[in-house]
């Protein structure tokens, strides 16, 4: 759903003020005092003002797509695009304008590539499926458009080209907002690989189970995954992200220390989850008109003096407010508690609707049909229990309803967040000259009640208030006679814990937190190498540690040209076969590319593989020369008819009969699971079951595994899809040892090392390596090559030898380093950044009471 928007940058620009809706606000505007705006209305008794000087101070600067923040040392540059067409001789100037005056920087969208992006892909596609609404049929959402794509993705490359204009790459922070703009990462990673970016999503991320159903699901997750910080309202919408993430792109995550985060191509994506809140001063500067106070006295005559008790609702008219649920709710309460009849008033305020189409017009022919049947069955003279207000209120006048009612409504079947509820709780805590007017001493505790869906947002925030599911229409009308009923302390002592928590979880303490954690994770931007990869909207960039080096060809090839000695060692699985393969076993160009590497005889190839020898053995029988490594390194054998030799003393195996019934509860609970039983190790393997559920199992499986086994010689670890057991002080580096030794026996020192990995178990070999260069079977100033993470090396047709070298320097490309030690490290260097690009297609409303300001609209239905 849109969002009440700060988008109509030319009525900034002319002095007009601009109509949103049912609302009369204008557009915001920095205050003297840097980073601060206002929510101007027509009385400028509500600009919040300060001292005028400090308008000269030199200011940092942050680019943001949406709402704002600032303080004393940041500079805020909104961008967004324009509700009116502005004609290509007027651009400049009109941009000029707004830049310079309000630093605003519009995007200029013609009205059909507007009109195909916005009402199309936006409002059509995503906005129900993310509420959850499948397109089971033409009428029910909207059916997947590849030309309303295209519009969706061209407009975010518009937006991108608008803030290359502006931006600063080195110093400046970019926040993008919501859905409208979720291939924007992408872009702006592509042009600055080391950009500094958040995204929030304001409104629902559905499940797994339904957002796989939409057909561009994986570019979007990966133009998401293109920011440093994602964030979420709730839990609930940033563990879906994350489900999708891992069953669609089968990546994992882990919380450290408190901070949630997903390793993407060498980069830790932050996932943030704090739901936003409201603009505090704005909406007490609001309590305090005169003409607040006016409706005030009149909405007490109307109800109050007429000993009615008003129930407040204010919606959207859309289809997943619920509204004609509140309805029969109502019609249910007055027909179990004819009691309430004649003394209970819904009044429930209807904004316009923000989409279009035919389900906006059954809403409100549903809607006007339940209210018209209610108050004729339960109306009088002078009562109509339903009270529908469907024209524009300014947002003084609904202050006043809020300040006036007994108790909230909101049972959307599915809402973002929705800040109705705190907007509420504030008005009803009201000031001394809204108490005179109902009545109370300045001491009287205050008091609210809130009947609201499990289904939105703020649900989880409001934990006083009485969660419905709005479905259940008889579960409503109990929760609304529950309200009515409550006594005055208990009440008094959820609006306390209410407004506790509202007042200081203000849309300030939401933005500061965002950047705050936004500024963490950019840390080590500066210090990180960074290199692009693919393309499309499938690019990305590999991040990675100082200590990385790319490989380059050039290089390489004369390394080995010059060289006379090589060791190379090479793994298989993840390696020269692919991890999600079925067949596992090498093909027949896989073979020859071994058979011509091992031919050279300046050469020594050894293939280290976690599997069991005799399956090695098979599937390379046809290499004579290649050395073999199998099961970590626990057996190895240096040549085709070659005895088998291990490299540590024989392995005591019967601890396999504790672990192997362990091992097939798991497989018989986890389905998809199997059991590898080694000649010295056991490995539960999961990579074909659901991917949650099997990680989970292999947890407990580890830990259960460790308790059985704490008392013999053998070591339980978990990798890629698997939890493996094997003897103690078994390692890949083991082979490197060995084969280190076996050139230190014949007095042979290699001056060309090439190691080539993909997972943690390969660390050993290139700790091994590198830690003998001063060994002298290791020449002073040998070429030591120990790649990780290598593609599919045996995918490659190499025929003759100088290409079979160019495959191993494009395995390195793939990832684009050389490891020195094996391990990653992430070093932190702090800086200040200079400016937030703020940057939105449908923005948030902006308001400011202090140093970071953002808030939703009056119906926070985003």
Known sequence: MVSRSYSNLLELASGDSPSFGRMNRRIPRIMTVAGIMSDIDDDPSESVCSDPSSSSMQKDRIIILKDGLGDDEIEVIYVGCLKEEVHLSEQDEVSQILLDSFKCVPTFLPADLFTRYYHGFCKQQLWPLFHYMLPLSPDLGGRFNRSLWQAYVSVNKIFADRIMEVINPEDDFVWVHDYHLMVLPTFLRKRFNKVKLGFFLHSPFPSSEIYKTLPIREELLRALLNSDLIGFHTFDYARHFLSCCSRMLGLSYESKRGYMGIEYCGRTVSIKILPVGIHMGQLQSVLRRSDTEAKVKELIKQFCDQDRIMLLGVDDMDIFKGISLKLLAMEQLLVQHPEWQGKIVLVQIANPARGKGKDVKEVQAETHAAVKRINEIFGKPGYDPIVLIDEPLKFYEKVAYYVVAECCLVTAVRDGMNLIPYEYIISRQGNDQLNKLLGQEPSTPKKSMLVISEFIGCSPSLSGAIRVNPWNIDAVADAMDLALEMAEPEKQLRHEKHY?????????????????????????????????????????????????????????????KRTTTRAILLDYDGTLMPQASIDKSPSSKSIGIINSLCRDKKNMVFLVSARSRKTVAEWFSQCEKLGLAAEHGYFLRLMRDAEWETCVPVADTTWKQIAQPVMQL??????????????????????????????????????????????????????????????????????????????????????????????????????VIATSMTAPTITQNAELLLCAHALYFAAVVIIFFFIIIIVFVRIGQATNLTRQDGRDTYPCLHGRPRRVLFLSADAPEINSSGPITLKKGANCGI
């Open 500 to 560: 506790r928590y509202v007042s200081t979880h203000d849309v300030g303490y939401w933005s500061r937190s965002f950047f705050q954690d936004l500024e963490r994770t950019c840390l080590d931007h500066s210090s990180r190498r960074c290199f692009p990869s693919g393309f499309g909207l499938s690019f990305r960039v590999v991040a990675l540690d100082p200590n990385f080096k790319k490989l380059s060809m050039e290089r390489i090839v004369s390394a080995y």
């Open 666 to 767: 798991y497989t018989e609970t986890t389905d998809g699971s199997t059991i590898e039983d080694k000649e010295t190790a056991l490995v539960w393997c999961y990579e074909d079951a659901d991917p949650d559920f099997g990680s989970c199992q292999a947890k407990e499986l580890l830990d259960h595994l460790e308790s059985v086994l704490a008392n013999e010689p053998v070591t339980v670890k978990s990798g890629q899809n698997i939890v493996e057991v094997k003897p103690q002080g078994v390692s890949k580096g083991l082979v490197a040892k060995r084969l280190l030794s076996i050139m230190q026996e014949n007095e042979i020192a290699a001056d060309f090392v090439l190691c080539i990995g993909d997972d943690r178990s390969d660390d050993d070999m290139f700790e």
